[in-house]
Protein backbone atom coordinates (compact mmCIF):
# COMPACT_ATOMS: atom_id res chain seq x y z
CA UNK A 1 0.00 0.00 0.00
CA UNK A 2 3.08 2.44 -0.51
CA UNK A 3 2.24 3.84 -3.60
CA UNK A 4 -1.69 4.70 -2.96
CA UNK A 5 -0.80 4.89 0.69
CA UNK A 6 -1.39 8.52 0.81
CA UNK A 7 -5.11 8.60 -1.10
CA UNK A 8 -6.61 5.51 1.44
CA UNK A 9 -5.51 7.44 4.38
CA UNK A 10 -7.08 10.51 2.61
CA UNK A 11 -9.90 8.42 1.68
CA UNK A 12 -10.40 6.66 5.03
CA UNK A 13 -10.25 9.97 6.65
CA UNK A 14 -12.75 12.06 4.69
CA UNK A 15 -15.48 9.12 4.56
CA UNK A 16 -15.27 8.59 8.19
CA UNK A 17 -16.24 12.74 8.73
CA UNK A 18 -18.45 12.51 6.15
CA UNK A 19 -20.49 9.47 7.55
CA UNK A 20 -19.86 10.76 11.36
CA UNK A 21 -20.46 13.98 11.70
CA UNK A 22 -23.67 14.78 9.87
CA UNK A 23 -25.04 12.07 11.70
CA UNK A 24 -23.52 13.37 15.16
CA UNK A 25 -25.63 16.37 14.45
CA UNK A 26 -28.56 14.86 13.33
CA UNK A 27 -28.95 13.55 16.83
CA UNK A 28 -27.77 16.51 18.79
CA UNK A 29 -24.28 15.68 19.58
CA UNK A 30 -22.72 18.24 17.57
CA UNK A 31 -19.57 17.96 14.94
CA UNK A 32 -16.63 17.36 17.54
CA UNK A 33 -18.14 14.42 19.23
CA UNK A 34 -18.54 13.17 15.48
CA UNK A 35 -14.73 14.01 14.62
CA UNK A 36 -14.05 12.08 17.83
CA UNK A 37 -16.21 8.77 17.22
CA UNK A 38 -15.02 8.82 13.62
CA UNK A 39 -11.54 8.43 15.16
CA UNK A 40 -12.04 5.57 17.08
CA UNK A 41 -14.52 3.85 15.08
CA UNK A 42 -10.98 3.56 12.19
CA UNK A 43 -8.47 4.14 14.71
CA UNK A 44 -5.72 0.88 15.84
CA UNK A 45 -8.21 -0.76 18.78
CA UNK A 46 -11.48 -0.82 16.30
CA UNK A 47 -11.24 -1.14 12.38
CA UNK A 48 -7.44 -0.60 11.86
CA UNK A 49 -7.91 1.36 9.04
CA UNK A 50 -4.82 3.95 10.84
CA UNK A 51 -2.30 2.63 12.62
CA UNK A 52 1.12 3.69 13.40
CA UNK A 53 1.04 6.25 11.04
CA UNK A 54 -1.74 7.82 13.13
CA UNK A 55 0.73 9.78 14.71
CA UNK A 56 2.05 11.36 11.64
CA UNK A 57 -1.21 12.49 10.90
CA UNK A 58 -1.48 13.92 14.62
CA UNK A 59 1.34 16.49 13.96
CA UNK A 60 -0.02 17.40 10.54
CA UNK A 61 -3.42 18.01 12.17
CA UNK A 62 -2.12 19.92 15.22
CA UNK A 63 -1.49 22.50 11.99
CA UNK A 64 -5.46 23.29 12.49
CA UNK A 65 -4.69 24.50 16.35
CA UNK A 66 -2.25 26.69 14.98
CA UNK A 67 -4.23 28.26 12.74
CA UNK A 68 -7.38 28.62 15.01
CA UNK A 69 -5.22 30.36 17.76
CA UNK A 70 -4.15 32.71 14.31
CA UNK A 71 -7.81 33.21 13.99
CA UNK A 72 -8.40 33.65 18.10
CA UNK A 73 -5.87 36.48 17.64
CA UNK A 74 -6.98 38.64 14.89
CA UNK A 75 -10.42 39.27 16.82
CA UNK A 76 -8.46 40.71 19.66
CA UNK A 77 -8.56 44.14 18.72
CA UNK A 78 -7.23 46.15 21.74
CA UNK A 79 -10.54 47.84 22.73
CA UNK A 80 -12.07 44.10 23.42
CA UNK A 81 -8.82 43.16 26.01
CA UNK A 82 -9.75 45.81 27.29
CA UNK A 83 -12.92 45.08 28.09
CA UNK A 84 -12.40 41.68 29.06
CA UNK A 85 -9.40 42.49 31.13
CA UNK A 86 -11.38 41.75 34.42
CA UNK A 87 -11.80 38.35 32.98
CA UNK A 88 -9.25 38.02 31.74
CA UNK A 89 -6.69 38.37 34.69
CA UNK A 90 -8.72 37.81 37.01
CA UNK A 91 -10.97 34.81 36.32
CA UNK A 92 -8.48 33.03 33.93
CA UNK A 93 -5.90 33.47 35.87
CA UNK A 94 -7.60 32.47 39.22
CA UNK A 95 -8.37 29.44 37.26
CA UNK A 96 -5.26 28.38 36.17
CA UNK A 97 -3.50 28.43 39.70
CA UNK A 98 -6.27 27.07 41.71
CA UNK A 99 -7.10 24.39 39.36
CA UNK A 100 -3.00 23.82 39.41
CA UNK A 101 -2.76 23.64 43.40
CA UNK A 102 -6.13 21.10 43.60
CA UNK A 103 -4.92 18.73 40.73
CA UNK A 104 -1.42 18.82 42.04
CA UNK A 105 -3.00 18.21 45.68
CA UNK A 106 -5.17 15.07 44.37
CA UNK A 107 -1.40 13.90 42.30
CA UNK A 108 0.46 14.26 45.39
CA UNK A 109 -1.95 12.65 47.96
CA UNK A 110 -1.42 9.58 45.03
CA UNK A 111 2.70 9.54 45.93
CA UNK A 112 4.41 11.34 43.58
CA UNK A 113 6.87 13.71 44.23
CA UNK A 114 5.46 17.26 44.85
CA UNK A 115 7.54 18.56 41.11
CA UNK A 116 5.63 15.89 39.67
CA UNK A 117 2.31 16.40 40.95
CA UNK A 118 2.77 20.28 40.39
CA UNK A 119 4.08 19.35 36.25
CA UNK A 120 0.53 17.36 36.22
CA UNK A 121 -1.39 20.18 37.81
CA UNK A 122 -0.17 22.97 35.28
CA UNK A 123 -0.18 20.56 32.04
CA UNK A 124 -4.12 19.30 33.22
CA UNK A 125 -5.20 22.90 34.06
CA UNK A 126 -5.26 24.15 30.53
CA UNK A 127 -8.55 23.05 28.79
CA UNK A 128 -8.68 22.28 24.83
CA UNK A 129 -9.42 25.54 23.17
CA UNK A 130 -10.31 23.75 19.87
CA UNK A 131 -13.47 22.12 21.30
CA UNK A 132 -14.43 24.70 23.55
CA UNK A 133 -14.90 27.16 20.86
CA UNK A 134 -16.43 24.71 18.36
CA UNK A 135 -18.57 23.66 20.93
CA UNK A 136 -20.17 26.85 21.96
CA UNK A 137 -20.00 28.27 18.25
CA UNK A 138 -22.28 25.61 17.39
CA UNK A 139 -24.53 25.77 20.20
CA UNK A 140 -24.79 29.43 19.46
CA UNK A 141 -23.52 30.42 23.32
CA UNK A 142 -19.94 32.13 21.97
CA UNK A 143 -22.22 35.48 22.66
CA UNK A 144 -23.79 34.49 25.98
CA UNK A 145 -22.17 35.40 29.10
CA UNK A 146 -20.98 31.94 29.15
CA UNK A 147 -19.36 31.74 26.25
CA UNK A 148 -17.55 35.43 27.21
CA UNK A 149 -16.16 34.46 30.39
CA UNK A 150 -14.90 30.61 28.19
CA UNK A 151 -12.83 32.50 25.80
CA UNK A 152 -11.83 34.75 28.63
CA UNK A 153 -10.33 32.05 30.88
CA UNK A 154 -8.77 30.14 27.46
CA UNK A 155 -7.38 33.08 26.24
CA UNK A 156 -5.49 33.52 29.99
CA UNK A 157 -4.89 29.75 29.50
CA UNK A 158 -2.96 30.14 25.71
CA UNK A 159 -0.62 32.48 26.87
CA UNK A 160 0.02 31.04 30.06
CA UNK A 161 1.71 28.07 27.74
CA UNK A 162 4.42 30.16 27.43
CA UNK A 163 5.43 30.79 31.48
CA UNK A 164 4.42 26.86 31.74
CA UNK A 165 6.97 25.95 29.32
CA UNK A 166 9.53 28.40 30.24
CA UNK A 167 8.99 26.84 34.24
CA UNK A 168 8.69 22.99 33.43
CA UNK A 169 12.16 22.47 33.38
CA UNK A 170 12.87 23.96 36.68
CA UNK A 171 10.71 20.88 37.79
CA UNK A 172 13.09 18.65 36.40
CA UNK A 173 13.70 15.42 39.10
CA UNK A 174 16.58 14.34 40.57
CA UNK A 175 17.71 11.00 39.26
CA UNK A 176 15.53 10.70 36.42
CA UNK A 177 16.77 10.75 32.72
CA UNK A 178 15.62 12.89 30.17
CA UNK A 179 13.59 11.41 27.20
CA UNK A 180 16.16 13.19 24.79
CA UNK A 181 19.00 11.61 26.73
CA UNK A 182 18.21 8.65 27.29
CA UNK A 183 17.73 7.71 23.14
CA UNK A 184 20.95 9.36 22.82
CA UNK A 185 19.42 12.42 21.18
CA UNK A 186 21.08 15.99 21.40
CA UNK A 187 18.94 19.33 21.21
CA UNK A 188 17.02 19.68 17.84
CA UNK A 189 16.30 23.53 18.92
CA UNK A 190 18.54 26.50 17.89
CA UNK A 191 19.03 27.17 21.35
CA UNK A 192 18.77 23.70 23.03
CA UNK A 193 22.91 23.89 23.62
CA UNK A 194 22.65 27.52 25.11
CA UNK A 195 22.72 28.05 28.72
CA UNK A 196 19.33 28.67 30.19
CA UNK A 197 19.64 32.71 30.92
CA UNK A 198 20.50 32.39 26.87
CA UNK A 199 17.71 30.45 26.31
CA UNK A 200 15.53 32.54 27.90
CA UNK A 201 16.87 35.84 26.46
CA UNK A 202 16.49 34.43 23.04
CA UNK A 203 13.10 33.18 23.85
CA UNK A 204 11.86 36.58 24.06
CA UNK A 205 13.41 38.46 21.77
CA UNK A 206 11.57 35.78 19.27
CA UNK A 207 8.44 37.03 20.71
CA UNK A 208 9.72 40.92 20.35
CA UNK A 209 11.02 40.52 17.12
CA UNK A 210 7.53 38.61 16.01
CA UNK A 211 5.76 41.49 17.20
CA UNK A 212 8.19 43.89 15.20
CA UNK A 213 8.36 41.91 12.21
CA UNK A 214 4.79 42.10 12.09
CA UNK A 215 4.10 45.96 12.24
CA UNK A 216 7.31 46.82 10.36
CA UNK A 217 7.18 43.77 7.38
CA UNK A 218 4.41 41.57 7.22
CA UNK A 219 1.80 44.52 6.65
CA UNK A 220 3.84 46.29 3.92
CA UNK A 221 4.27 42.54 2.39
CA UNK A 222 0.13 41.83 2.61
CA UNK A 223 -0.16 45.16 0.86
CA UNK A 224 1.95 44.24 -1.67
CA UNK A 225 -0.01 41.11 -2.03
CA UNK A 226 -2.86 42.85 -2.28
CA UNK A 227 -2.28 44.86 -5.40
CA UNK A 228 -1.62 41.72 -7.40
CA UNK A 229 -5.54 41.39 -7.18
CA UNK A 230 -4.66 37.18 -6.92
CA UNK A 231 -6.85 35.50 -4.37
CA UNK A 232 -4.53 32.73 -4.37
CA UNK A 233 -1.80 34.60 -4.55
CA UNK A 234 -3.20 36.75 -1.00
CA UNK A 235 -4.22 32.55 0.41
CA UNK A 236 -0.99 31.55 -0.17
CA UNK A 237 0.70 34.53 1.48
CA UNK A 238 -1.52 33.88 4.36
CA UNK A 239 -0.42 30.57 4.75
CA UNK A 240 3.36 31.09 4.66
CA UNK A 241 2.81 33.90 7.13
CA UNK A 242 1.18 31.25 9.27
CA UNK A 243 3.95 28.05 8.44
CA UNK A 244 6.60 30.59 9.22
CA UNK A 245 5.93 31.59 12.59
CA UNK A 246 5.19 27.89 13.81
CA UNK A 247 8.58 26.70 12.22
CA UNK A 248 10.59 29.78 14.15
CA UNK A 249 8.46 29.30 17.50
CA UNK A 250 9.07 25.32 16.99
CA UNK A 251 13.12 26.10 16.32
CA UNK A 252 13.62 28.17 19.76
CA UNK A 253 11.58 25.48 22.01
CA UNK A 254 8.04 27.44 21.58
CA UNK A 255 4.37 26.22 21.09
CA UNK A 256 4.21 27.03 17.54
CA UNK A 257 0.43 27.99 18.35
CA UNK A 258 1.51 30.21 20.89
CA UNK A 259 3.79 32.00 18.30
CA UNK A 260 0.98 32.47 15.51
CA UNK A 261 -1.54 34.07 18.26
CA UNK A 262 0.59 36.91 18.89
CA UNK A 263 1.13 37.43 15.40
CA UNK A 264 -2.66 36.75 15.08
CA UNK A 265 -2.73 39.97 17.97
CA UNK A 266 -0.20 41.92 15.84
CA UNK A 267 -2.29 41.90 12.63
CA UNK A 268 -6.06 42.65 14.96
CA UNK A 269 -5.99 46.08 13.53
CA UNK A 270 -4.41 45.89 10.08
CA UNK A 271 -6.65 46.42 7.06
CA UNK A 272 -6.41 43.34 6.01
CA UNK A 273 -7.32 41.16 9.60
CA UNK A 274 -11.10 40.36 7.48
CA UNK A 275 -9.83 38.98 4.44
CA UNK A 276 -6.94 36.58 6.27
CA UNK A 277 -9.79 35.47 8.29
CA UNK A 278 -12.21 34.57 4.89
CA UNK A 279 -9.23 33.01 3.65
CA UNK A 280 -7.79 30.99 6.63
CA UNK A 281 -11.08 29.90 7.95
CA UNK A 282 -11.46 26.69 5.43
CA UNK A 283 -8.34 25.59 6.56
CA UNK A 284 -8.67 25.42 10.23
CA UNK A 285 -12.18 24.06 9.96
CA UNK A 286 -10.50 21.23 7.83
CA UNK A 287 -7.36 20.83 9.75
CA UNK A 288 -9.60 20.63 12.92
CA UNK A 289 -11.44 18.39 12.40
CA UNK A 290 -8.64 16.05 11.36
CA UNK A 291 -6.93 16.71 14.39
CA UNK A 292 -10.30 15.36 16.64
CA UNK A 293 -10.11 12.53 14.25
CA UNK A 294 -6.50 12.02 15.43
CA UNK A 295 -7.02 12.55 18.63
CA UNK A 296 -10.15 9.57 18.61
CA UNK A 297 -8.13 7.27 16.72
CA UNK A 298 -4.69 8.17 19.32
CA UNK A 299 -6.90 6.76 22.47
CA UNK A 300 -4.50 3.43 23.62
CA UNK A 301 -7.81 1.43 24.61
CA UNK A 302 -5.05 -1.26 25.19
CA UNK A 303 -3.65 1.00 28.44
CA UNK A 304 -7.41 1.53 29.29
CA UNK A 305 -7.92 -2.38 29.78
CA UNK A 306 -4.87 -2.67 31.50
CA UNK A 307 -5.44 -0.04 33.94
CA UNK A 308 -9.36 0.36 34.04
CA UNK A 309 -9.02 1.95 37.87
CA UNK A 310 -6.30 4.59 37.53
CA UNK A 311 -7.90 5.76 34.20
CA UNK A 312 -11.48 5.82 34.78
CA UNK A 313 -10.32 7.52 38.74
CA UNK A 314 -8.26 10.08 36.80
CA UNK A 315 -10.85 10.91 34.37
CA UNK A 316 -13.53 11.48 36.75
CA UNK A 317 -11.22 13.23 39.16
CA UNK A 318 -10.09 15.46 36.38
CA UNK A 319 -13.63 16.04 34.99
CA UNK A 320 -14.96 16.90 38.51
CA UNK A 321 -11.98 18.94 39.97
CA UNK A 322 -11.87 21.55 37.42
CA UNK A 323 -15.66 21.66 37.12
CA UNK A 324 -16.07 22.20 40.90
CA UNK A 325 -13.22 25.21 40.36
CA UNK A 326 -14.97 26.86 37.20
CA UNK A 327 -18.14 26.80 38.98
CA UNK A 328 -16.96 28.34 42.27
CA UNK A 329 -15.07 30.93 40.43
CA UNK A 330 -17.79 31.75 37.97
CA UNK A 331 -20.14 32.15 40.77
CA UNK A 332 -17.74 34.42 42.72
CA UNK A 333 -17.14 36.68 39.43
CA UNK A 334 -21.16 37.01 39.66
CA UNK A 335 -22.53 34.73 37.13
CA UNK A 336 -25.65 32.97 37.50
CA UNK A 337 -26.62 29.71 38.14
CA UNK A 338 -27.19 28.63 34.55
CA UNK A 339 -24.09 30.34 32.76
CA UNK A 340 -21.97 28.86 35.51
CA UNK A 341 -22.62 25.41 35.08
CA UNK A 342 -21.92 25.80 31.39
CA UNK A 343 -18.55 27.34 32.03
CA UNK A 344 -18.04 24.53 34.16
CA UNK A 345 -18.93 21.89 31.47
CA UNK A 346 -17.44 22.92 28.37
CA UNK A 347 -13.84 23.72 30.03
CA UNK A 348 -13.23 20.94 32.57
CA UNK A 349 -11.79 18.73 30.10
CA UNK A 350 -7.92 18.74 29.45
CA UNK A 351 -6.66 20.14 26.57
CA UNK A 352 -4.44 19.74 23.45
CA UNK A 353 -1.41 21.65 25.11
CA UNK A 354 -1.39 18.88 27.17
CA UNK A 355 0.37 16.88 24.13
CA UNK A 356 3.06 19.47 23.91
CA UNK A 357 3.78 20.21 27.53
CA UNK A 358 3.63 16.37 28.04
CA UNK A 359 6.53 15.58 25.45
CA UNK A 360 7.94 18.39 26.82
CA UNK A 361 8.31 17.47 30.51
CA UNK A 362 9.60 14.13 29.01
CA UNK A 363 12.22 15.70 27.13
CA UNK A 364 13.05 18.14 30.01
CA UNK A 365 13.25 14.67 32.87
CA UNK A 366 10.23 16.24 34.58
CA UNK A 367 7.93 13.32 34.43
CA UNK A 368 9.03 9.52 33.24
CA UNK A 369 6.92 7.76 30.19
CA UNK A 370 4.95 5.43 32.49
CA UNK A 371 3.23 8.67 33.94
CA UNK A 372 2.45 10.71 31.13
CA UNK A 373 1.01 7.82 28.83
CA UNK A 374 -1.83 7.22 31.03
CA UNK A 375 -1.87 10.89 31.59
CA UNK A 376 -2.25 11.27 27.88
CA UNK A 377 -5.29 8.81 27.69
CA UNK A 378 -7.26 10.98 30.49
CA UNK A 379 -7.02 14.10 28.75
CA UNK A 380 -8.00 12.38 25.66
CA UNK A 381 -10.82 10.20 27.45
CA UNK A 382 -12.26 14.11 29.19
CA UNK A 383 -11.87 15.93 25.72
CA UNK A 384 -14.41 13.05 24.33
CA UNK A 385 -16.72 12.93 27.58
CA UNK A 386 -16.82 16.88 27.99
CA UNK A 387 -18.89 17.48 25.14
CA UNK A 388 -21.47 15.13 26.23
CA UNK A 389 -21.86 16.30 29.44
CA UNK A 390 -22.47 19.95 28.04
CA UNK A 391 -25.20 17.93 25.49
CA UNK A 392 -26.61 16.38 28.10
CA UNK A 393 -27.17 20.14 30.53
CA UNK A 394 -28.07 21.54 28.29
CA UNK A 395 -31.05 18.88 27.41
CA UNK A 396 -32.34 18.03 31.07
CA UNK A 397 -30.71 20.17 33.72
CA UNK A 398 -30.19 24.23 32.34
CA UNK A 399 -34.31 24.55 31.22
CA UNK A 400 -34.71 24.42 35.48
CA UNK A 401 -31.69 25.91 36.54
CA UNK A 402 -31.47 29.86 36.29
CA UNK A 403 -33.16 32.32 34.13
CA UNK A 404 -33.66 32.90 30.17
CA UNK A 405 -32.82 35.82 30.01
CA UNK A 406 -28.95 35.35 30.95
CA UNK A 407 -28.23 32.58 28.49
CA UNK A 408 -29.96 34.46 25.63
CA UNK A 409 -27.21 36.23 23.83
CA UNK A 410 -26.41 39.83 25.87
CA UNK A 411 -26.68 43.05 24.22
CA UNK A 412 -25.48 45.03 26.69
CA UNK A 413 -22.69 46.34 24.63
CA UNK A 414 -23.81 47.14 20.86
CA UNK A 415 -20.42 47.98 19.85
CA UNK A 416 -18.96 44.28 19.94
CA UNK A 417 -20.70 44.08 16.73
CA UNK A 418 -21.49 47.15 14.45
CA UNK A 419 -24.68 46.86 13.16
CA UNK A 420 -23.61 48.69 9.67
CA UNK A 421 -21.23 47.44 6.74
CA UNK A 422 -20.62 49.57 3.96
CA UNK A 423 -19.42 47.80 1.01
CA UNK A 424 -17.21 50.30 -1.59
CA UNK A 425 -15.49 52.94 0.88
CA UNK A 426 -14.85 55.09 -2.23
CA UNK A 427 -16.10 58.96 -2.36
CA UNK A 428 -19.93 57.92 -2.02
CA UNK A 429 -18.97 55.44 0.60
CA UNK A 430 -16.95 57.99 2.88
CA UNK A 431 -19.95 60.55 2.53
CA UNK A 432 -22.04 57.94 3.66
CA UNK A 433 -20.05 57.36 6.83
CA UNK A 434 -19.57 60.79 7.52
CA UNK A 435 -23.12 61.76 7.98
CA UNK A 436 -23.40 57.83 10.27
CA UNK A 437 -20.57 58.91 12.28
CA UNK A 438 -22.68 62.25 13.49
CA UNK A 439 -25.13 60.31 14.95
CA UNK A 440 -22.18 57.95 16.80
CA UNK A 441 -22.85 55.36 14.39
CA UNK A 442 -19.91 53.58 13.78
CA UNK A 443 -19.61 50.78 10.35
CA UNK A 444 -17.43 48.27 9.46
CA UNK A 445 -16.09 49.57 5.72
CA UNK A 446 -14.77 47.41 3.17
CA UNK A 447 -12.98 48.47 -0.23
CA UNK A 448 -11.20 46.46 -2.68
CA UNK A 449 -8.82 48.80 -3.83
CA UNK A 450 -5.74 48.04 -1.70
CA UNK A 451 -4.07 51.45 -2.61
CA UNK A 452 -7.32 53.32 -1.30
CA UNK A 453 -7.47 51.51 1.70
CA UNK A 454 -4.19 52.32 2.36
CA UNK A 455 -4.44 55.81 1.83
CA UNK A 456 -7.61 56.31 3.65
CA UNK A 457 -5.39 54.15 6.94
CA UNK A 458 -3.27 56.95 6.77
CA UNK A 459 -6.11 59.47 7.20
CA UNK A 460 -6.60 56.95 10.47
CA UNK A 461 -9.70 55.94 8.72
CA UNK A 462 -10.40 52.14 9.70
CA UNK A 463 -11.02 50.57 6.21
CA UNK A 464 -10.62 46.59 5.43
CA UNK A 465 -9.36 45.56 2.48
CA UNK A 466 -11.60 42.48 0.30
CA UNK A 467 -14.03 41.74 -1.74
CA UNK A 468 -17.25 42.10 -0.24
CA UNK A 469 -19.00 40.03 -2.42
CA UNK A 470 -17.20 36.64 -1.17
CA UNK A 471 -19.44 35.38 1.39
CA UNK A 472 -16.89 34.28 4.31
CA UNK A 473 -15.18 38.06 4.03
CA UNK A 474 -19.13 39.55 4.85
CA UNK A 475 -19.56 36.74 7.32
CA UNK A 476 -16.33 37.74 8.93
CA UNK A 477 -17.17 41.25 9.12
CA UNK A 478 -20.12 40.51 11.08
CA UNK A 479 -22.78 40.17 8.22
CA UNK A 480 -24.86 37.48 10.58
CA UNK A 481 -24.79 40.01 13.56
CA UNK A 482 -25.26 43.74 11.36
CA UNK A 483 -28.67 45.11 10.60
CA UNK A 484 -27.77 47.18 7.73
CA UNK A 485 -25.97 46.86 4.23
CA UNK A 486 -24.86 49.71 2.30
CA UNK A 487 -23.57 48.91 -1.04
CA UNK A 488 -21.93 51.96 -2.35
CA UNK A 489 -19.68 50.06 -4.94
CA UNK A 490 -19.40 52.07 -8.12
CA UNK A 491 -19.27 48.59 -10.56
CA UNK A 492 -22.73 47.00 -11.41
CA UNK A 493 -21.87 43.83 -11.91
CA UNK A 494 -19.87 43.79 -8.54
CA UNK A 495 -22.96 45.05 -6.97
CA UNK A 496 -25.65 42.81 -8.40
CA UNK A 497 -23.12 39.66 -7.70
CA UNK A 498 -22.89 41.26 -3.68
CA UNK A 499 -26.67 41.49 -3.76
CA UNK A 500 -26.90 38.16 -4.94
CA UNK A 501 -24.29 36.44 -1.97
CA UNK A 502 -26.43 38.53 1.06
CA UNK A 503 -30.02 37.77 0.02
CA UNK A 504 -28.86 33.84 -0.16
CA UNK A 505 -26.97 33.80 2.80
CA UNK A 506 -27.85 37.07 5.04
CA UNK A 507 -31.59 37.28 4.35
CA UNK A 508 -32.10 39.33 7.80
CA UNK A 509 -30.01 42.35 6.01
CA UNK A 510 -31.66 45.68 4.79
CA UNK A 511 -29.78 46.43 2.04
CA UNK A 512 -29.08 50.06 0.47
CA UNK A 513 -27.77 50.20 -2.73
CA UNK A 514 -26.12 52.72 -4.94
CA UNK A 515 -27.37 51.85 -8.42
CA UNK A 516 -26.09 53.92 -11.74
CA UNK A 517 -29.82 54.69 -12.92
CA UNK A 518 -33.48 53.38 -13.41
CA UNK A 519 -32.91 50.17 -15.27
CA UNK A 520 -30.48 49.09 -13.05
CA UNK A 521 -32.83 50.46 -10.27
CA UNK A 522 -35.88 47.82 -11.18
CA UNK A 523 -33.23 45.15 -11.88
CA UNK A 524 -31.91 45.25 -8.36
CA UNK A 525 -35.55 46.15 -6.48
CA UNK A 526 -36.72 42.42 -8.47
CA UNK A 527 -33.37 40.70 -6.71
CA UNK A 528 -34.56 41.77 -3.61
CA UNK A 529 -32.77 45.30 -2.42
CA UNK A 530 -35.08 47.37 0.17
CA UNK A 531 -33.68 50.52 -1.03
CA UNK A 532 -31.94 52.04 -4.39
CA UNK A 533 -30.73 55.30 -4.87
CA UNK A 534 -29.87 56.33 -8.02
CA UNK A 535 -26.17 57.91 -8.22
CA UNK A 536 -27.48 61.34 -10.34
CA UNK A 537 -30.92 61.38 -9.18
CA UNK A 538 -30.47 64.01 -6.28
CA UNK A 539 -27.81 65.86 -7.57
CA UNK A 540 -30.20 66.27 -10.43
CA UNK A 541 -32.87 67.47 -8.19
CA UNK A 542 -30.16 69.94 -6.46
CA UNK A 543 -29.30 71.19 -9.74
CA UNK A 544 -32.85 72.20 -11.03
CA UNK A 545 -33.86 73.53 -8.14
CA UNK A 546 -31.14 75.85 -7.58
CA UNK A 547 -31.83 76.85 -11.16
CA UNK A 548 -35.24 77.53 -10.52
CA UNK A 549 -34.48 79.70 -7.19
CA UNK A 550 -31.56 81.63 -9.68
CA UNK A 551 -34.98 82.18 -12.23
CA UNK A 552 -37.05 83.76 -8.86
CA UNK A 553 -39.09 81.13 -7.81
CA UNK A 554 -39.89 80.80 -4.36
CA UNK A 555 -37.47 78.46 -2.46
CA UNK A 556 -40.77 76.87 -0.72
CA UNK A 557 -42.27 76.14 -3.99
CA UNK A 558 -38.88 74.73 -5.32
CA UNK A 559 -38.35 72.59 -2.24
CA UNK A 560 -42.00 71.18 -2.09
CA UNK A 561 -41.80 70.57 -5.83
CA UNK A 562 -38.63 68.84 -5.65
CA UNK A 563 -40.12 66.94 -2.75
CA UNK A 564 -42.93 65.41 -4.86
CA UNK A 565 -41.08 64.68 -7.59
CA UNK A 566 -38.72 62.79 -5.52
CA UNK A 567 -41.77 60.57 -3.30
CA UNK A 568 -43.80 59.76 -7.06
CA UNK A 569 -40.50 59.07 -8.75
CA UNK A 570 -39.25 56.52 -6.03
CA UNK A 571 -42.96 55.07 -6.14
CA UNK A 572 -42.93 55.27 -9.56
CA UNK A 573 -39.59 53.20 -10.09
CA UNK A 574 -41.03 50.26 -7.66
CA UNK A 575 -44.34 50.41 -9.28
CA UNK A 576 -42.19 50.32 -12.77
CA UNK A 577 -39.84 47.27 -11.45
CA UNK A 578 -42.42 44.49 -11.38
CA UNK A 579 -43.70 45.44 -15.20
CA UNK A 580 -39.58 45.41 -16.59
CA UNK A 581 -40.28 42.05 -18.11
CA UNK A 582 -43.60 42.76 -19.90
CA UNK A 583 -44.06 43.69 -23.95
CA UNK A 584 -46.60 46.52 -22.26
CA UNK A 585 -43.73 47.76 -20.33
CA UNK A 586 -42.84 51.09 -22.41
CA UNK A 587 -46.50 51.75 -22.57
CA UNK A 588 -47.26 51.49 -19.32
CA UNK A 589 -44.06 53.69 -18.75
CA UNK A 590 -45.11 56.42 -20.78
CA UNK A 591 -48.88 56.10 -19.05
CA UNK A 592 -47.11 56.81 -15.71
CA UNK A 593 -45.04 58.97 -16.58
CA UNK A 594 -47.66 61.45 -17.86
CA UNK A 595 -49.82 60.76 -15.11
CA UNK A 596 -46.96 61.79 -12.55
CA UNK A 597 -46.22 64.70 -14.43
CA UNK A 598 -50.04 66.22 -14.50
CA UNK A 599 -50.35 65.12 -10.60
CA UNK A 600 -46.80 67.48 -9.86
CA UNK A 601 -48.66 69.90 -11.81
CA UNK A 602 -51.38 70.14 -9.99
CA UNK A 603 -50.00 69.89 -6.44
CA UNK A 604 -47.51 72.88 -7.87
CA UNK A 605 -50.64 74.78 -8.43
CA UNK A 606 -52.04 74.23 -5.12
CA UNK A 607 -52.35 77.04 -2.85
CA UNK A 608 -49.83 77.10 0.47
CA UNK A 609 -51.02 75.61 3.47
CA UNK A 610 -49.04 77.75 5.90
CA UNK A 611 -48.81 81.31 4.17
CA UNK A 612 -44.79 81.11 5.24
CA UNK A 613 -43.47 80.89 1.89
CA UNK A 614 -41.12 83.57 2.50
CA UNK A 615 -39.24 82.08 5.68
CA UNK A 616 -37.51 80.16 3.05
CA UNK A 617 -36.09 82.43 0.90
CA UNK A 618 -32.91 83.62 1.41
CA UNK A 619 -31.19 86.74 1.54
CA UNK A 620 -29.94 86.62 -2.56
CA UNK A 621 -33.43 85.44 -3.09
CA UNK A 622 -35.42 88.30 -1.56
CA UNK A 623 -32.91 91.07 -3.22
CA UNK A 624 -33.57 89.46 -6.60
CA UNK A 625 -37.17 89.27 -6.11
CA UNK A 626 -37.01 92.78 -4.89
CA UNK A 627 -34.97 94.24 -7.76
CA UNK A 628 -37.32 92.05 -10.12
CA UNK A 629 -40.82 94.37 -8.48
CA UNK A 630 -39.05 97.89 -9.31
Do not use: C
Not at 323 to 350: E, I, S
Amino acid sequence: MHGEGFFFQAFVYLTAAVVAVPIAKRIGLGSVLGYLAAGIVIGPFALGLIGAEGQDVMHFAEFGVVIMLFLIGLELEPQMLWRLRGRIVGLGGLQVLVSTAAIAAVVGALGLPIQQAVAIGLILALSSTAIVMQTLEERHLSGTEAGRSSFSILLFQDIAVIPILALMPLLATEGLVPAAAEHGEHGSTWVAGLPGWAQTIAVLGTVVGLVVVGHFVVKPSFRFLARTRQREVFVAGALLLVISIALLMANVGLSPALGTFVAGVVLANSEYRHELESDIDPFKGLLLGLFFISVGASIDFGLVVAQPSLIAGGVAALLLVKALVLFGLARAFALGMDNALLVALALAQGGEFAFVLLSFAEQSGVLPATVSAPVIVIVVMTMLISPLLLTAAQRWLLPYIGTRETVAPSYDDPTDEHNVIIAGYGRMGQIIERVLSTMSVRATMLEYDPDQVELLRRFGREVYYGDATRYDLLEAAGARQAKVLIIAIDDYDKTRELVETVRKHFPQLHVVARVPGRVAAYELIAAGVDDVFRETFDTSLAIGARTLELLGRRSYAVHRATRALRRRDESLVRELAAHRASEDFVAIARERLAETERLLQREHEAPSEDGLESAWDGAALAARRQSTRT
